[in-house]
């Protein structure tokens, strides 16, 4: 029964790709939007990076939804791991072998250093503040793996994803009352691929960054206290 339900759902599946495709002139912008994106892009945002002119200009709004939904992620895991770490038992950790103990304390501000390049810079090249935030975590991940002694600052790590969502949300509110539109680009847009460009694009990912970057580390964190 459980493979009859399979291959039903793979034809199914196949039978909307197949449908999609036909409907898809390949080589031909299907719609207007992603033509005007392409096209007016840099003239309108200061971006060079389309793909970033898109998720924090154009739909600026859907952006701060699925920080949102991560934040709720955070809130909903850290509070099913705290019922059940009331009842934990404490127990040795087996420390790291000396090449990833070793590894971790060279990698750790390299991984940290290359997150945050890359949210500053993702109105330039690809990534941003959702790629360079979870760069950024995994450094942490690194740290809890090689230094299993240490462990990051929680109220630090709160004031840092606090920080990073006001941020986010008081740009948006400016822009709204500048030019009746949440994340109005009220900065000026400066000159094309010099990082000092695209107007208030930067500091959304550099929020973004930072929101994305502390809340993963802190669900690593939750994580591994409770493994």
């Known amino acids: 029964m459980r493979k009859l339900f399979v291959i039903l759902l793979l034809l199914i599946i196949a ?7 036909k409907e898809i002139p390949f080589g031909i ?10 096209n007016k892009g840099v003239e309108e945002t200061g971006s060079v990076n389309i793909v970033t002119s898109v998720v924090v200009g154009y739909r600026g709004f ?23 770490r009331k009842n934990s038992v404490n127990r040795e950790v087996e420390a790291a072998s000396l090449i990833v103990y070793t590894g971790c304390r060279f ?10 390049y890359i949210f500053i810079h993702g109105h ?20 809890y793996l090689g230094c299993s002694n240490k462990r990051i600052k929680e109220n630090l790590s709160k004031t840092v994803e606090m920080i990073g969502g006001l941020t986010f949300i008081a740009v948006g509110i400016i822009g709204l009352a500048i030019g009746q539109d949440f994340l109005f680009n009220f900065l000026p847009k400066g000159e094309p691929a010099e990082l000092l460009s ?8 550099i929020a973004i960054g930072l929101k994305v970057g502390s809340e993963l580390a802190g669900i690593i964190d939750n994580l591994i206290q409770k493994s």
Request: aromatic share 8%.
């Open 29 to 38: 912008p299907k719609t207007k939007i992603g033509d005007h994106f392409i």
């Open 124 to 143: 330039l090249t690809p990534g941003g503040g959702f790629q360079g935030g979870a760069i950024i975590a995994s450094a942490f991940l690194l740290m």
């Open 62 to 84: 859907d952006t701060l939804g699925e920080i949102t939904v991560l934040f709720a992620a955070t809130i909903g895991l850290g509070a099913v791991i705290g019922t059940f």
């Open 198 to 205: 695209a107007g208030i694009i930067p500091i959304v990912y």
């Open 15 to 21: 039978g909307g790709i197949t449908l999609s495709l």
């Open 107 to 116: 990698l750790f501000p390299v991984i940290l250093l290359v997150g945050t």
